[in-house]
């Protein structure tokens, strides 16, 4: 083992250019350091071997930061260790100075290694009988937080940080190559980039935010030298600690060095001494907390999408720990202006303490991009002050969701959402214009009717133990209906007996087409091939789903049949500028477009959605008013979409769709889907999305709705009509 010693101390030697009194100095210290390690030289040596490559193409891991999508407004931030790596011309020259008078005064003289610092620090340990100066030069301390950050185990960060010879080795070899391959500027660059400056802030861009809330460039002499001072023991020289006398000592410290080196004249030293430290903390928030009002809900959906993109990693853990080290910027697709307009809108109608939730999803057709999610809710942990539970049996045990919940209301999370009603009446209108019925279809729809899905044929029979017979809301729905009226009316026997014709599977499948997922136990194996053929009671929306899926399915609508996967986010790069891409080489925001319908089958529905709003259809006859008759005179341009309520009213929804932006709204009890929202909440949500619609589509230009074919209006064998169109 001795043989071996010297012969890495006399590469050491070797290497050294400061003479033999040195190298006798270095060697002097070197042999009890290696000798006392044992079995740990071996190891120690061994990772000597560890390529200067890595050590040069290795990056510290970096703040992300997601932007709203005028790529300017900072949303959130995500990060492990709060860092924003910047260059070295961004960074001031009296922190570049400071640094090196704090850290490694012959920083620009050695070649990474500073023999007479090691000598000089064997001497007074020798002296002392204990570790009182240490001989780490800038490059040397580089090496040793690359080995750390890269580390994949704690033994590995262990190795890299213990206090034995074996890892003081591995350093100077290391450092000693580096500097052959990399400038001093390079490394002073990346050094002040890896450094740790105490209250969470790593790398010099964050420091002289956290510390004093301003770019690295504008940091002055006092700054630059209390920041330097920190590097070496952030915690015993914390400037906003209870006692501020050490870091005032440390910072005068640096600036005496400073005058040593002749960074600084006698006049500028006292002039720096002088003046007092003179915070401007900053708290860098991390993750969707703390959000800015109305932002949180659309922040936890953003990152529970990116959790789901393949492109982004292997699991869902590696794809958020990509997010809070990769440095990525992000600019998302929510529309400050649009968000503003939705919140407002919600928050008009329902308070935050208010058990019930009312919230709307804002999206783009043609792209899917989400353009507002708001809702009656803080995003916030914090449910000390929330109100009681709504329902009674939880009451005594855990307090409500409300005002402050984290939980994805508005969808894009693990929450199954809300049984939507009537709207669900849309994919079998769909599944009926394309199996060729037209929207001119008349079917005789009684008050009420007794179902085949139970009892196997249709029968005018009363009502059973072991039929299912729904009803319409009014009797005076009862009579022949076509698609535009039924659909206009929301007549529900009408649908059920659509349904009955085109396959209530067929319906389902429709709805999945158009972005729905099953998330219940009941609603996958109602889903399932085994069961969806009798699953007469989907058309009426029994199935749970969630405002940003049917925002979705109605802006496919909207958007000739062209179904695009809701996407929060318009640009993903990484920290070197590259658009981040999945394996195929396609940019991870790229809109995932794709046409489940054709244009006239879709152009279709939205004539029968006209009826719905008072906007009417262009092709036929509404027969009437129609569920939600206000929306058109609200929003004043062409407006098509559905209403619906659950039974006994436990929800309420309506969607809104334009050629330019589709709104879906609901109201419900998220905390207890059996508290009824009540007749009196139940307008809500349609009085919310036309006035979202109206403000937020005001000023852009007038899009018309392309009407269908008089082939699906009125069938293969329609004769041409002439229809007036209505703007």
């Known amino acids: 083992m001795i043989a071996r010693t010297m012969r890495v101390a006399g590469g050491l030697l070797t290497l050294a250019r400061t003479g033999l009194v040195v190298g006798l100095a270095v060697a002097a210290l070197i042999y009890p350091m290696v000798a006392l390690t044992g079995v740990g030289v071996k190891r120690g040596t061994d990772a000597l071997s560890m390529p200067v490559g890595a050590l040069r193409s290795s990056l510290p891991a970096q703040t992300s930061h997601v932007y709203a999508a005028d790529g300017t407004t900072l949303l959130a931030q995500f990060y492990e260790e709060y860092r924003t790596y910047t260059t070295l011309d961004t960074i001031s020259p009296n922190m570049q100075r400071a640094i090196v008078a704090a850290e490694d005064a012959r920083f620009w003289e050695h070649h990474g290694v500073d023999f007479k610092g090691v000598a000089r620090a064997f001497v007074a340990n020798q002296k002392a009988g204990t570790v009182s100066q240490g001989a780490s030069t800038l490059t040397m301390q580089y090496v040793r937080n690359v080995l750390r950050d890269s580390a994949d185990t704690p033994a590995e960060v262990s190795e890299a940080t213990e206090q034995t010879g074996a890892r003081k080795l591995r350093e100077m070899k290391l450092a000693i190559e580096l500097e052959k391959h990399m400038g001093k500027p390079e490394i002073l660059e990346r050094y002040l980039n890896v450094a740790y400056f105490g209250h969470r802030a790593y790398g010099i861009l964050a420091a002289a935010e956290v510390y004093f809330s301003k770019r690295p460039a504008d940091l002055t002499v006092p700054e630059a030298a209390l920041l330097a001072g920190l590097v070496q023991a952030p915690s015993s020289y914390d400037p906003a600690g209870s006692d501020a006398a050490p ?10 060095r400073m005058a040593d080196l002749g960074y600084l004249d006698t006049a500028a030293a006292a002039a720096a001494r002088a003046t007092p430290i003179a915070l401007r903390l900053s708290e860098p928030p991390n993750d969707c907390l703390p959000a800015r009002p109305g932002w949180g809900f659309f922040c936890g959906m953003f990152r529970s999408w990116w959790s789901d993109q393949p492109g982004l990693g292997d699991s869902p853990n590696e794809r958020l720990d990509r997010l809070r080290r990769g440095g990525y910027t992000v600019i998302t697709s929510l529309d400050l202006r649009v968000q503003e307009i939705a919140q407002a809108q919600v928050l008009k109608r329902e308070r935050t303490r208010s058990p019930y939730a009312l919230g709307q999803v804002a999206i783009e057709p043609g792209t899917g991009l989400i353009r ?24 005594k045990r855990l307090r409500g969701n409300y005002p402050n919940t984290v939980n994805p209301l508005l969808g894009g999370g693990d929450m199954a959402g809300y049984q939507a009603g009537s709207t669900f009446k849309m994919f079998t209108l769909l ?6 019925l037209p929207l001119s279809t008349a079917i005789h729809s009684p008050r009420t009717f007794v179902s085949k899905y139970k009892t196997g044929r249709d029968s005018p029979a009363r009502c059973g133990a072991d039929s299912w017979c729904p009803s319409n809301a009014s009797g005076s729905m009862t009579g022949r209906q076509t698609m535009w ?37 009941i609603d996958k194996l109602q889903a399932s091939p085994a069961k969806a053929r009798t699953w007469g009671a989907f058309t009426l929306g029994v199935a749970d789903t969630t405002p940003l899926e049917m925002a979705g399915a109605f802006a496919t609508v909207a958007a000739d049949g062209r179904h695009c996967e809701p996407i929060p986010v318009m640009s993903i790069r990484q920290a070197d500028g590259a658009e981040a891409v999945d394996a195929k080489g396609v940019a991870v925001a790229a809109p995932r477009c794709e046409q489940v319908l054709s244009p006239d089958v879709a152009r279709g529905a939205v004539d029968a959605a006209r009826c719905v709003t008072g906007f009417k259809a262009a092709t036929g006859d509404c027969g009437g008013g129609g569920t939600a008759s206000r929306v058109y005179p609200t929003v004043r341009r062409p407006v098509a979409g559905k209403s619906g309520t659950t039974d006994d009213n436990r929800a309420a929804w309506f969607v809104g769709m334009t050629p330019g932006l589709t709104v879906a709204g609901f109201i419900a009890d998220p905390d207890n889907p059996l508290h009824r929202v009540g007749p009196a909440n139940a307008g809500k949500p349609r009085e919310a999305v036309a006035e979202t619609l109206r403000d937020a589509l005001a000023g852009t230009a007038v899009r018309q709705f392309t009407p269908p074919s008089m082939t699906v209006a009125y069938g293969a064998n329609a004769k041409p009509r002439a229809f007036k169109q209505r703007r």
């Open 372 to 395: 507002a999610m708001a809702v009656n809710r803080t995003y916030s942990l914090d449910r000390a002050s929330n109100g009681p539970h709504s329902d009674p049996r939880q009451r």
């Open 485 to 521: 009226s039924g659909f206009g009316k929301s007549v529900n026997t009408f649908f059920v007996q659509l349904e009955q014709r085109v396959g209530a599977e067929s319906a389902v499948r429709m709805a999945e087409r158009l972005g729905l997922h099953w998330r219940t136990g």
């Open 247 to 256: 870091a005032v000592q440390r910072r005068d410290y640096v600036i005496d």
């Open 431 to 436: 599944a009926a214009l394309e199996q060729g």
